[in-house]
């Protein structure tokens, strides 16, 4: 399905009448089985006044990396960057946590809120070099419609 189509079924959810976490999951839930190469879809959250990440609501194989420290990996550098991150091809990075020896490549996006960097969406794909520009111009848009329910 054409990312651009998904944007309607995003805000859908956004409007539901469910808990945060309940709608954060079916965000993970509608990327996973609608895109073929996003294999891992999940949140990471600042972690209260910590320094680490946090995850939260995701979809795909459970992860060993629950707490985050910034700085470290592909998602503790967004936290400290507050820029989008796109790793082709995983190999290729130092600084990187595998999760998966099946993950080849991951996008990691911010979230904002009032300027700040709250959190990220994070997708791991079985697939080398699989994103572009328009996903990162979706994933902003996903993540700008979750920073309203922050
Ligand atoms: N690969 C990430 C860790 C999180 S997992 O992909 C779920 C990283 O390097 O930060």
Not at 43 to 59: A, M, Q, S
Not at 66 to 76: A, R, W, Y
Not at 94 to 118: H, R, W
Not at 138 to 147: D, G, Q, T
Request: charged content about 25%; overall charge negative.
């Amino acid at each position: 399905m054409p990312l651009e189509n998904l944007k309607p079924e995003v805000e859908s959810i956004i409007n539901q009448s469910s808990t945060k976490d309940e709608k954060l999951k079916s965000i993970c839930e509608l990327l996973e089985s609608n895109i073929d190469y996003y294999n891992w879809v999940g949140f990471y959250f600042k972690n209260g006044d910590k320094n680490e990440l946090k995850l939260g609501p995701y979809v795909g194989e459970p992860t060993d990396h629950i707490i985050i420290p910034f700085g470290k990996g592909i998602c503790g550098q967004v936290a400290e960057s507050n820029a989008n991150f796109v790793v082709p091809d995983v190999k290729a990075q130092d600084n990187y946590i595998a999760c998966s020896i099946t993950v080849k490549a991951e996008i990691v996006i911010p979230i904002f809120v009032n300027g700040q960097n709250l959190g990220q969406i994070d997708i791991d794909s079985n697939t080398v070099d699989p994103f572009t520009k328009a996903d990162e111009e979706f994933l902003e848009f996903v993540c700008a419609k979750v920073a309203t329910i922050l």
